[in-house]
C-alpha cells in the first residue's frame, strides 16, 4: 500500500526524522486558512498523487506570495497531472500540499528496502540526490552505495556511517544523518514497511539534514496489524478494478495487454504471462486467485476480468493442488451463466480432479476451448484473438 508524501512526512516526524513544516488540504480555501501557521512568506507547493515525476511535470512549484500560492493552487487543483509513472491517463489532483521552503546546499538520496535475495534489509545510498535513481545506477553506479543489515530491532552506529558515508559529511552533520537513518530504520521494521525512499535528502546552507521528499509503501499482508496505517490509504489513486479485487482477497493488477489471465499462484501467473508474451501477445491483468479459492471467489475473479473493456480473449490455467480442478470449472461455469461471455475462453486444468473439472466444462453447453499444457492454451487463445 502506498501513501501521500504529506503522510510520508507526519510519520518520519513521529520517528525522530527531521521534515519541512508543511500543511495539506483538499481544497484552495483549506489551504489558504491553514498557510497561516506556516512561518514564511514563500511557499512550495506540491500535488500530491501516487506518481514520481512531479516536478518536471508541472506538479511543484515555488511561489512568492499568497496570491501566487492561491492562483497555483487553483491552477491544480483536479487537474490531470501526467508523469513517466502515471501513463497517459494521469491522474487527477485531489490533494495539495504546502510547506516552508528550504535552502539547498547537497542533495542526496537514501532508501530502506527488503533485499530478498539475501534476507536481509537493504540501504540505498547516493550522493545524486534529486535524481532517478535507475539513471544514477546505469550511468554512474559507483555513485550508488548498498549497505545490507540483518533483520533486527536495533541498527548499529557502524552500520550507519557505512550507509551515509558516500554522502562525505562534517562530524555533525554526520550524527544527525545516523539518527536519520535509525529512525528510518525503526520505521520500517515497527510498522512492516516494504520501502522507505528519501529523495531528495538535503543538506541545508544552515547545515541541517532534510527530508525534503518521502515516500513510504507497506507490507499489504501486515496491515492488519496497523489500522493506523490502512486509514492512510486513498482510494482514489488506486485502480477501481483492483479494489474490487482486494474486496474478494484477490491478488490482481491491471495491465495493458488484451489477454485475460486466471491462474492460481504467483509462479504459474508470471509465467503464464511470460508466455503469453513469447507467442505475440500481451497480457491484461496479474490474477492469482489463490490455492485454496472456493467457486465464489473464482466466479468473482471471471467477473473481475470480464469487467476490463480490454479483454479481447481469457486465459485460465490452473494447476490443482489445494484447489481442485472441479471448484474451478464450477466457479467459471456459474460465473459465466450469470455474465455474458462474449471473448473466447481457454482453459487448461491440471492435478488435482481435473477430469472432473474438465467434464464439468464440458456438460456445461458453454464454448470453452480446451488446453493440454500450457504452451497449447497460449498458441490458441492468440489465435483466437487474431
Known amino acids: 500500500m502506498n501513501i501521500h508524501e504529506h503522510q510520508a512526512k507526519e510519520l518520519l516526524k513521529k520517528y525522530g526524522a527531521n521534515v519541512p513544516n508543511g500543511i495539506f488540504g483538499f481544497t484552495v480555501k483549506d489551504i489558504l486558512e491553514k498557510v497561516k501557521n506556516l512561518n514564511s512568506d514563500k511557499f512550495v507547493l ?22 501566487e500560492l492561491e492562483k497555483a493552487a487553483n491552477n491544480l487543483i483536479g487537474k490531470k497531472l501526467i508523469t513517466h509513472q502515471t501513463g497517459p491517463l494521469g491522474k487527477v489532483i485531489k490533494r495539495l500540499y504546502v510547506e516552508e521552503p528550504s535552502d539547498i546546499d547537497k542533495e542526496f538520496y537514501l532508501s530502506c528496502l527488503v533485499d530478498r535475495a539475501s534476507s536481509k534489509i537493504a540501504f540505498i545510498s547516493s550522493d545524486q540526490g534529486g535524481m532517478d535513481i535507475e539513471d544514477v545506477a546505469k550511468n554512474n553506479p559507483n555513485k550508488i552505495h548498498t549497505t545490507k543489515v540483518d533483520l533486527d530491532h536495533n541498527i548499529s552506529d557502524k552500520e550507519c556511517e557505512n550507509i551515509i558515508k558516500i554522502f562525505n559529511l562534517k562530524p555533525k552533520q554526520k550524527l544527525d544523518a545516523i539518527n536519520l537513518v535509525k529512525s528510518i530504520y525503526k520505521l520500517f521494521i515497527n510498522l512492516d514497511a516494504s520501502m522507505v525512499e528519501i529523495n531528495p535528502l538535503i543538506l541545508t546552507k544552515q547545515e541541517e539534514i532534510i527530508c525534503l ?3 513510504i509503501n507497506f507490507d499489504d499482508n501486515a496491515l ?21 479485487a482486494s474486496k474478494s482477497d484477490l491478488s490482481y493488477i491491471k495491465l495493458d495487454g488484451s489477454i485475460g489471465c486466471m491462474v492460481n499462484g504467483a509462479g504459474l501467473a508470471m509465467a503464464t504471462m511470460d508466455i ?3 507467442y505475440g501477445q500481451e497480457p491484461a491483468n496479474f490474477l492469482d486467485v489463490g490455492g485454496g479459492a472456493s467457486k465464489e471467489k473464482v ?4 467477473k473481475i476480468i ?7 480473449g481469457i486465459l485460465i ?19 459465466a451463466k450469470k455474465t455474458q461471455i462474449n471473448v473466447p475462453l481457454v482453459v487448461r486444468l491440471a492435478g488435482t480432479n481435473f477430469e472432473k473439472g474438465k467434464d464439468i466444462l464440458d456438460k456445461s453447453g458453454l464454448k470453452i ?3 493440454s499444457d500450457l504452451n497449447s492454451a497460449a498458441e490458441k487463445i492468440v489465435n483466437e484473438i487474431k
Do not use: T, W
Open 46 to 67: 506540491k500535488a500530491q498523487i501516487h506518481a514520481g515525476g512531479r516536478g518536471k511535470a508541472g506538479g511543484i512549484k515555488i511561489v512568492n506570495n499568497i496570491n
Open 299 to 302: 466466479s468473482e475473479a471471471l
Open 369 to 371: 476451448i480446451s488446453a
Open 306 to 312: 470480464l469487467s476490463d473493456k480490454n479483454v479481447k
Open 317 to 335: 490455467n490452473i494447476f490443482g493442488g489445494i484447489m481442485k480442478c472441479d471448484v474451478l470449472a464450477q466457479g467459471v461455469v456459474d460465473a
Open 224 to 244: 492488519f496489524r496497523h489500522p493506523e496505517i490502512l486509514q492512510l490509504r486513498d482510494l482514489n489513486e488506486e485502480d477501481p478494478i483492483e479494489i474490487e
Open 276 to 278: 503469453i508474451k513469447l
Open 213 to 215: 521528499d518521502a515516500k
